[in-house]
């Protein structure tokens, strides 16, 4: 079994090195959309369950963009793919940020139907949103470097 010490290096030792990464100043402008939407989503909610009812169809179109960054960030991966060498686990991650944009605004969309079951992802997905786009901001800033 390898010791926490080991792990911790190996996780160092990887985050030091400089991958290639597909547009890194467009990708980490996306990611940072991405994030700043997300927590512009939150401001949102937070004031349509305070009894704003009006900024639900606002919370919902900036939802609608947010996911148009989402297939973006991924559309971006799989073009340039051809002319950079990202890794695979980065294009992964760019999908699976792509799915989680996509998840989210279902589960919003379905709750707005008045089935309330998968709301109960839409906020766990929304941090998973801010991790992925973050985790790819940093790739990009290192690589930009």
Do not use: N
Request: glycine fraction near 10%.
């Amino acid at each position: 079994m390898e010791s926490p010490t080991l792990r911790s290096e190996a996780v160092t030792a990887a985050a030091e090195r400089s991958e290639p990464i597909v547009a890194p100043r467009l990708t980490r402008a996306i990611a940072g959309l991405l994030m700043l939407g997300v927590m512009v989503q939150a401001v949102m909610a937070g004031a349509f369950l305070a009894g704003r009812p009006r900024l639900r169809p606002i919370h919902a179109g900036i939802g609608h963009t947010l996911g148009l960054l989402g297939i973006l960030v991924l559309a971006v991966g799989i073009v340039g793919r051809f002319r950079t060498r990202e890794p695979f686990s980065r294009l992964a991650a760019r999908a699976a940020l792509c799915l989680a944009t996509a998840f989210t605004i279902g589960a919003g969309e379905i709750a707005t139907l008045g089935t309330r079951d998968l709301l109960i992802l839409h906020i766990p997905l929304a941090i998973a949103i801010l991790g992925l786009a973050d985790g790819l901001m940093r790739a990009a800033r290192k690589a930009a470097q």
